[in-house]
Structure formats: structure tokens, C-alpha cells
């Protein structure tokens, strides 16, 4: 659990700090989507406001009381190609996975659990080519070993610079 957290610390902390000539880059926070509730970092892999980019993000939840608390740890990373016109409204397409780390406290007793899924990415965003106000609404099929959920969705604000 430790590693999986300090290797997506090490990545987001490598795309922050890289100087590419990206243009467009996002941080945001999304409800639902593959990070469930997750704060996310976005950019474009080329000088172009649309094209090809990716994202990575960390989220999760917990709940319960001292004695019986189930915390789960999400780390959506992905690929997306957003298509536009103007510069500011973009269809985008998608996927990637999300690696999920869940633990399970009931009176002392601790047990801990890996796994993933994948995630598809179909939506809409509103990305100002200055900077500014961002917005995402996509829906976004899950699936996994034995899973399928493909009317699952999410939506997400922050800020484009």
C-alpha cells in the first residue's frame, strides 16, 4: 500500500515539475468518475489546446467508526483526445485505470486489499484557452474482473491554466 502511494506521489509529482510545451493543463476536482471523489491534474501532451493528454489523480473515502472503518484509496490515471473547434468547448474521449487500495479495520484486526479496474471517458468539457473556469461532465464505463457498470459518471470543476 505504502509503495503504490509513494510511486503515484513520484508520478504526479514528475508531471507537475516537467517543462513540456503543453499549453493546456488542469487541476480538478471530480465527483464520481473513476477517482469516485478525487482531486485530479491534467494536461496536453502537445502545444495544441485539443489532442492527446492525460491525467492522473487521488481520491477515496472512509467510513465507519474507530472500532470498524473501511477506507478505500483510488489513483485514477488515464489518456484522453480532446476534439474542438474553438478553443473552449471540447468533446473528449478516453480511458485508463484506476489502481483502488482498500482497508478493512473490525475490533484491531486489519486487512488490507489491492485491485484495479479500467475506465472509459465519454463527455463533455469546457476548458478556456486563457485560463479560467473548468468544467467536465462525462460519463464514464467501469470494468473489471468480473464487472461491468456502463451507465456510471461523473462531473468535476476547477481551474485551466
Partial sequence: MKRTLITA????????STK??????AVFFEIGGP????????M???KSESGIGGRIGFGGFSVGTSGERTTAIFIPV?????LGKDEKHYFELGGGV???IVSDTYNGTSDNLTSTFGHL??????QPKEGGFFFRAAINPIFGKGFF???YGGISFGYKF
Avoid: E
Wanted: aromatic letters at 14%; a positive charge.
Fill in 9 to 16: 506521489a513520484i508520478i504526479l509529482c514528475t508531471l507537475m
Fill in 78 to 82: 488515464g489518456i484522453n483526445y480532446l
Fill in 149 to 151: 457498470w456502463p451507465y
Fill in 35 to 42: 477517482g469516485v471523489a478525487s482531486l485530479n491534474y491534467d
Fill in 121 to 126: 471517458n465519454i463527455g463533455y468539457r469546457v
Fill in 20 to 25: 513540456t510545451h503543453a499549453q493546456a493543463k
Fill in 44 to 46: 496536453r501532451f502537445t
Fill in 98 to 100: 484506476t489502481p483502488v
